[in-house]
Every structure is written in C-alpha cells, then in structure tokens.
C-alpha cells in the first residue's frame, strides 16, 4: 500500500511536470507568433513606405535599410547594409549628415523635419526632410539611431510659388499706391495750373485787344505766340485732368 502511494505520488508529479511543459510550449508558441506577427509589420513598414528608413549603429554604419532607401540608391537593401555614408554619398554631404549622426547619439535628442536641399542617385536636385532619432537597447543605452527622410519636392514647389504670389502682390499694392498718388499728383498740379493760365489767358486777350493801349505789329505778333502757348497748355492739362479722372473711375471707357 505504501508503495502504491508512493507510485501514484510519482505519476502525479510527472503529470504536473508534463502540463507545465505543456503550458511552457503554449505559452513560447504564442510570444512566437507574436513575434513573427510584429517582424511581419515591421517588413510591411520597411518594404510599402516611400520614406526612407534606415538604422545606423554608433559608427554610423547602416544595419538596416527600407526598399526605398535602397531604391533611391539603385541597390538591394543586402547590399546598402554595411555602409557608411561616406561609402555612398559626396563627400561635403557625407559630413553633414555623419555631424547629424554624432549630435543625436551624443546628446539623445532628436532632429526633426530639417529640411535640406539634396541631389539623388540619379543626379535630379530635390529638397528632403530628414528626422532623426536616438536608438537605446533595453538597458537604455543610446546603441545608435534611426532616420527616416522624406521627398518634399513638391511641398518646397507650393511653398516657393506662395511666397512669390506675396511678393508679386505686394510689387502690385505698391504699385497701386504709387499709381494713386501719381493720379492726385496729376489732379492738383492741372488743377493748380488752370487758374494761372486762365489769368494769363485773360492778360494777354486785353492786351491783344488793345484795351491798354495800341500795340506795334511786332508786339501783336508776340502776344499771338503767347495766347497759342496758353492754349496748348490748357489743352495738356485737360488731357491730363481726363487721364487722372479715368484711372480714378470717375470717367468709364465705353
């Protein structure tokens, strides 16, 4: 009996022992397949998005690349791993970003939408935005970064044509207000002129009339000149007048 009790003791054991590997099994099965469910999100993120991603370890090598940043280099991703960006990009370039590189894991802190005038494998000029962020193993420390750059060409495109729609509307209000005060210059001065004349005009009718007394030839033949003079002059102020009231809309063209 003692021994029956003993052996049931055993098998008891060996079944609890079974079921919690059973339970281990089940339970390394399932961080398993959690696992491959985020690498498969993670390959899905790295092979659909136009961005460029990339990991760079502390020297600034790449780990690992996106099918865009690859791409972009007219290489497979297997063959960017390893690299450095003196290993792909001119060299006054290459030190820009490696200086990037050196302040975020130096400092931890991040650079976020710097935006920057670059040239592509393929030689066309664009604009690019560029964020950078530290990478920590899981003790937190900084193991190196990740980047992410994005083509922004057409984003630089609207904001260069909104900002010469502002310059060109500008240029047009001021313009507008030099043309309004050229037309009230126009407006005073004709009218400023016109009662001078008129009094010239007057002067030089009495005088040819020879309300003042008689003239010779000559002196008629002068104040002839003159009262022409007068009249031509009056005919440029009306035109004038005609032109200040037209751009003032005070006249319509029909």
């Known amino acids: 009996l003692k021994n029956k009790k003993m052996e049931m003791k055993d098998k008891t054991k060996i079944n609890k022992n079974k079921a919690k590997e059973a339970d281990n099994c089940k339970g390394l099965g399932n961080k398993y397949k959690e696992l491959e469910y985020k690498y498969k999100l993670l390959c899905d993120l790295m092979d659909r998005v136009p961005d460029v991603i990339y990991f760079k370890d502390l020297k600034g090598r790449l780990i690992m690349v996106n099918q865009a940043h ?125 009662t001078p004349l008129a009094i010239i005009k007057d002067v030089i009718m009495l005088l040819i009339d020879e309300i003042a007394g008689p003239l010779a030839h000559k002196q008629k033949e002068l104040l002839m000149k003159a009262k022409n003079n007068v009249a031509r002059l009056n005919h440029i102020i009306e035109e004038l007048l005609d032109i200040s009231r037209i751009e003032s809309g005070k006249i319509k063209m029909h």
């Open 70 to 194: 690859a791409k972009g280099l007219g290489l497979k991703p297997e063959d960017v791993v390893g690299k450095n960006d003196f290993d792909i990009f001119p060299k006054e370039r290459a030190e820009k970003m490696a200086k990037d590189d050196r302040y975020v894991i130096t400092t931890g802190k991040t650079i976020i939408d710097k935006v920057e005038r670059a040239t592509r494998a393929d030689g066309i000029d664009n604009y690019v935005s560029t964020t950078k962020i530290p990478r920590y193993n899981g003790i937190g420390k900084i193991v190196g970064l990740i980047g992410i750059t994005r083509d922004i060409t057409s984003r630089m495109q609207f904001e260069h044509l909104r900002e010469e729609k502002i310059r060109i509307a500008k240029k047009l209000e001021t313009l507008e207000e030099m043309n309004k005060l050229k037309s009230e210059f126009l407006s005073v001065v004709s009218h400023e002129l016109r």
